[in-house]
């Protein structure tokens, strides 16, 4: 399979252990700022030094949210969104899951019954949530209480790592070389660092013989992570992907190069 002009590899795919801990099967080790990183086909990263379960774009209420305005819409995906959360927190036993943006979709798709869904499994996940909001998130801290989370500030600095949920709200565009940017009154150090982001749902399409198939993707520069959307019902966007490593997400995560 190529991407434009790439080929897809399986080598860049490490199954093995880091600390005692078990890398995932068909997740996908980099190292990223000099920490370590898995990639997961669950789109979501586990930190390994941070011990924190990272992702973004869950939606959460997007299908309730759309119903809403009188469409039919397939049933049980909440359910299996949450279950392959709590699947990913199995695996990696993380102490704290981290949602870079859009936590929710909407207020109307913020229910009763959504939040009470998300409270059940987060008490399965055995890890605190926190949540960096997101545009969606308008109804967020109304509702945080009732799902279990904690909200965190709009950009949050952890060592090498910046997370927040659309990197062009800093200055100097999707990362460039320093983050020194005031964001939300917030004046960052003048050093490198790596921003994690959401917001874009990066895709990335394989072609073969005629036949074409468009997946969700990392995309993971010098200076920046572009993470895939958790939510299976999001479309993908086709991003800028020069210098950049680029992780298609199947059943398992594949380095393409």
Wanted: hydrophobic share 50%; with cysteine; proline share 3%.
């Amino acid at each position: 399979m190529r991407i434009d002009g790439m080929a897809a590899r399986n080598e860049g795919t490490i199954e093995g252990t880091i600390d005692g801990a078990t890398c995932p099967a068909g997740a996908c080790e980099v190292v990223i700022c000099g920490q370590r990183v898995w990639l997961m086909a669950q789109r979501c990263a586990y930190w390994c030094a941070g011990a924190t379960l990272i992702l973004g774009d869950l939606h959460l209420g997007k299908l309730e949210s759309i119903a809403a305005c009188g469409a039919p819409m397939p049933i049980g995906l909440l359910e299996a969104e949450l279950a392959r959360l709590v699947h990913a927190c199995e695996l990696v036993r993380p102490r704290r899951v981290l949602v870079i943006g859009d936590f929710l979709h909407a207020r109307v798709g913020a229910t009763d019954m959504v939040c009470d869904a998300f409270a059940i499994a987060r008490a399965k996940m055995g890890a605190s949530v926190e949540v960096v909001p997101g545009n969606h998130d308008r109804a967020l801290h109304a509702v945080a209480q009732r799902c279990g989370v904690r909200v965190l500030g709009n950009v949050v600095e952890e060592g090498a790592f910046v997370f927040t949920h659309d990197a062009t709200g800093i200055t100097g565009g999707m990362v460039g070389a320093k983050v020194g940017a005031k964001v939300a009154g917030m004046e960052m150090a003048q050093r490198e660092r790596v921003v994690w982001s959401g917001h874009v749902h990066p895709a990335v399409v394989l072609r073969r013989r005629g036949d074409r198939m468009k997946l969700p993707a990392f995309v993971v520069g010098e200076r920046e992570v572009l993470m895939p959307a958790f939510s299976s019902f999001t479309s993908g966007v086709a991003v800028e992907t020069k210098g950049k490593r680029v992780f298609a997400v199947g059943e398992r995560v594949v380095a393409l190069g």
